[in-house]
């Protein structure tokens, strides 16, 4: 497996000791309980190995949309379609632990120069970063 769990620049991420499968069901459930939906699923994997036979670990990116946040900030922009929705990647770590990577909101401020996005893209951080968290407790039984 390549890649390493170093978080990127423009992005926050939480390791959790869970297996991929319980991993995705969590970070579905949490991403909900903060008003995102999935709009888009891409299984990497799988589509790296039917398009180039390329062998790799569970990998996916989560299309999260919050469609209050999603408006105001088309309200601001029209062109920020090119930014949403908010990916959440989830990807396989060694060892039975799994990687959940959110795209920083902040990184459409620094894409757009539309004012008032800037509060637009704090809350909707606010509301992933609490996702996250949520996913750093322990499950409920």
Do not use: W
């Amino acid at each position: 497996m390549t890649g390493t769990p170093a978080t990127a620049p423009y992005g926050t991420a939480v390791t959790l000791d869970a297996p991929f499968d319980e991993a995705v069901a969590r970070v579905r459930s949490a991403l909900a309980g903060q008003g995102f939906g999935v709009l888009t699923e891409i299984d990497v994997r799988a589509t790296l190995r039917e398009k180039i036979g390329a062998a790799m670990e569970p990998y996916l990116i989560l299309g999260a949309c919050n469609p209050p946040l999603a408006h105001r900030a088309l309200e601001t922009d029209r062109s920020l379609g090119l930014l949403l929705p908010c990916n959440v990647v989830v990807r396989a770590l060694p060892d039975d632990r799994t990687l959940v990577e959110a795209l920083d909101p902040a990184t459409m401020v620094r894409l757009s120069d539309a004012p008032g996005l800037r509060p637009i893209a704090d809350e909707a951080r606010r509301k992933l970063d609490a996702a996250l968290d949520a996913l750093r407790r322990p499950p409920q039984a």
